[in-house]
């Protein structure tokens, strides 16, 4: 089976649904606390499926239009395997460093290939709490990466919009062939 065949089994919407190509709704909070706790809690149980069947040692995360849901919410995993996970409610990137680097990146939506993505090394972000409450985080190198492909997400961007001019996704087999297998960033 396919990579992106096991993931549409494991209920991700694919590339080419039109809710991954639309911006996400934001929440009214905290008067909407219980759609943003709802569709949290989807969230996470969509990321304990796949997790189930696929190991993810740089992290993930997922996006609420990647289980159909057009609103502004997803879930980072980071790496560190005891550290907890982030939930981002209406994100907005408020700062990004000029310093990037380029990696690999893999989509739950199109598991198949993977992409050399530049990205910032850090961002700042601005989120909402469940209590209607802004909250300011800085992200860097890894965490950033991952963050910064979720909100993409939520924008009704997939990574391939960011890559290089001319630079187009590899297979899933070639990029085992370039020997940078543990740099990926295999979220989305």
Do not use: W
């Not at 069947?53 to 980072?76: E, L, S, T």
């Not at 680097?101 to 992409?115: A, H, I, M």
């Not at 009704?156 to 187009?168: E, F, I, N, P, Q």
Request: hydrophobic share 40%.
């Amino acid at each position: 089976m396919r990579p992106s065949e096991q993931m549409r089994g494991l209920g991700v919407v694919q590339n080419g649904a039109s809710v991954l190509a639309e911006p996400a709704r934001a929440f009214d909070l905290p008067a909407g606390r219980e759609a943003a706790e709802q569709v949290i809690k989807q969230l996470f149980s969509a990321m304990e499926r796949i997790g189930q069947v696929h190991p993810f040692a740089k992290g993930m995360g997922i996006a609420a239009p990647q289980i159909a849901i057009g609103r502004a919410a997803a879930v980072v995993q980071p790496p560190d395997a005891g550290a907890p996970a982030i939930v981002l409610l209406n994100p907005r990137i408020t700062d990004r460093s000029s310093d990037e680097d380029e990696q690999y990146e893999g989509c739950l939506s199109f598991f198949d290939v993977r992409g050399l993505v530049p990205r910032p090394l850090r961002i700042t972000v601005k989120t909402t709490t469940l209590e209607g409450q802004l909250l300011t985080t800085t992200y860097e190198r890894g965490l950033a990466r991952l963050v910064h492909h979720e909100i993409d997400h939520l924008d009704g961007l997939l990574y391939s919009a960011r890559m290089r001019t001319g630079v187009a996704p590899i297979s899933v087999e070639e990029y085992r062939q370039t020997g940078r297998g543990g740099h990926t960033t295999s979220s989305c």
